[in-house]
């Protein structure tokens, strides 16, 4: 049965035994501890004893001792009995039925179309109950399940869910240190492990590399997070700009189990240990170092004779870092300011435009947009006469149409007449 459900024991009589006896149980990684009057146990025995859910069978992992000279911290369950060979052979038998159990409950799960992956089936000794244990990522509705998982198996069922953290102790593999992993080895409880304790030892926040055989965090990580807070006690942090014998550097990288640290500017870099990066250098907030390679800040300076005409740009020392000072002393940059370094662009000859177009631009555009209503006004105000009438009167192959409605053709030719 599941070291997870075991765990959850419920509250039992404080009932005082004189010895106690740690008891394994099959597929399980640890030994619990049981109370008993039978001095006479020796280590191999199988017994059978109260768990909270139900009877089992287990084996004795050493002879008991003492409760007065090893007093227990919680309650502890009884030993019943030792086990006889009847009771070995229907523990043999259960398991053979519980891989059946298994398989039918596999089959109810694909035939409803649940979420959950199924992990174990357990029976208890007296078959009276069956534990089903699943892991699944949400709550899954299995009402309908325990119905027909009744019909078929006909004792008392219990569906489990787990988290990943208890599948891997289950299941047990190998870890990135090439050991069995923790869980499933030795751990009887599961701690909280935060992103804090990757970054207290300063490691690359890669979930990938950090994760262990379940998806979560590694358990390891709780190991020395004690041990590194002692240690980067004090520390800057990474990337913190320092004073460090009168010169800035940015911390970019430290060890504390070989107590190295890094420190580099514009310049260059050094190797300190850790002792001197928390005595002898100093933190300094809001200053920005000049990275390799670039340019020192220029201002320009004009000669009070001739204010308006620029002359040689220059920079103030006292506003400049070592790092800048050194590069506006080098040769190159003389010859940069001096103008002997890249060439002036030569600019392109224009192409020539044609002079008929250039004056066709040139001319202002007409505007052909008339305000409709100032027509008949701008008309009685500048009358001027009708182009095509007076073609049409001089040249005889004009023809002139007219769109004008009969009543007005009929008042033009009465005016015309008159």
């Known amino acids: 049965m599941s070291e997870a459900i075991?765990?959850?024991?419920?509250?039992?009589?404080?009932?005082?035994?004189p010895f106690v006896v740690p008891v394994k149980f099959r597929n399980s990684t640890r030994p619990y501890s049981f109370g008993t009057d039978m001095e006479d146990l020796a280590q191999g025995d199988r017994v059978i004893v109260e768990t909270a859910q139900g009877v089992e069978l287990g084996e004795c992992q050493a002879v008991p001792l003492s409760t007065e000279k090893f007093p227990p911290r919680l309650p502890l369950k009884p030993v019943l009995r030792r086990a006889t060979a009847a009771d070995r052979e229907a523990h043999e038998r259960n398991f053979r039925l519980a891989e059946e159990a298994f398989k039918?409950?596999?089959?109810?799960?694909a035939a409803l179309d649940l979420k959950m992956n199924l992990q174990s089936a357990d029976y208890t000794l007296d078959r009276s109950k069956i534990l089903f244990i699943y892991v699944a990522d949400q709550r899954v509705d299995f009402r309908e399940l325990l119905r027909r998982l009744n019909a078929r198996l006909h004792c008392k069922i219990e569906l489990r869910q787990i988290g990943e953290?208890?599948?891997?102790?289950?299941v047990g593999g190998i870890g990135m240190c090439g050991m069995e992993c923790c869980c499933s080895r030795f751990k009887n409880r599961f701690d909280v492990i935060s992103i804090n304790m990757a970054k207290n030892q300063l490691l690359a926040l890669n979930i990938e590399k950090l994760s262990g055989m379940c998806g979560k965090l590694m358990c390891c990580l709780k190991y020395e997070d004690d041990d590194y807070k002692v240690l980067t006690e004090g520390l800057p942090k990474m990337g913190a700009h320092v004073e460090y014998?009168?010169?800035?550097?940015?911390?970019?990288?430290?060890?504390?189990?070989t107590?190295?640290?890094?420190?580099?500017?514009?310049?260059?870099?050094?190797?300190i240990t850790i002792d001197d990066l928390k005595t002898k250098a100093e933190v300094r907030k809001g200053v920005t170092l000049a990275k390799r390679g670039s340019r020192a800040p220029k201002q320009v300076v004009r000669s009070a004779a001739h204010p308006n005409q620029p002359a040689e740009r220059a920079s103030k020392?006292?506003?400049l870092s070592p790092a800048e000072l050194s590069f506006a002393a080098s040769p190159a940059f003389k010859a940069r300011e001096q103008g002997a370094g890249r060439p002036a662009r030569e600019k392109k000859p224009e192409k020539p435009q044609n002079t008929e177009k250039r004056q066709a631009n040139a001319q202002p555009k007409k505007n052909t947009q008339q305000n409709s209503s100032h027509g008949r006004?701008?008309?009685?105000?500048?009358?001027?006469?009708?182009?095509?009438?007076?073609?049409?009167k001089n040249n005889p192959n004009v023809t002139v149409r007219s769109f004008k409605s009969s009543r007005t053709r009929a008042a033009e030719a009465k005016g015309e007449t008159k």
């Not at 039918?104 to 799960?109: A, L, N």
């Not at 953290?165 to 289950?170: F, G, I, L, S, V």
């Not at 107590?259 to 190797?271: M, S, Y």
């Open 317 to 319: 020392p006292e506003e």
């Open 259 to 271: 107590n190295e640290a890094r420190i580099e500017n514009a310049e260059t870099f050094q190797i």
């Open 165 to 170: 953290r208890d599948k891997a102790k289950m």
């Open 6 to 17: 075991r765990e959850q024991t419920e509250p039992a009589e404080n009932i005082v035994y």
């Open 104 to 109: 039918i409950c596999e089959e109810e799960i």
């Open 245 to 257: 014998e009168g010169e800035m550097y940015r911390v970019t990288s430290m060890n504390v189990m």
């Open 377 to 392: 006004r701008n008309q009685n105000q500048n009358p001027r006469p009708n182009r095509l009438k007076e073609e049409a």
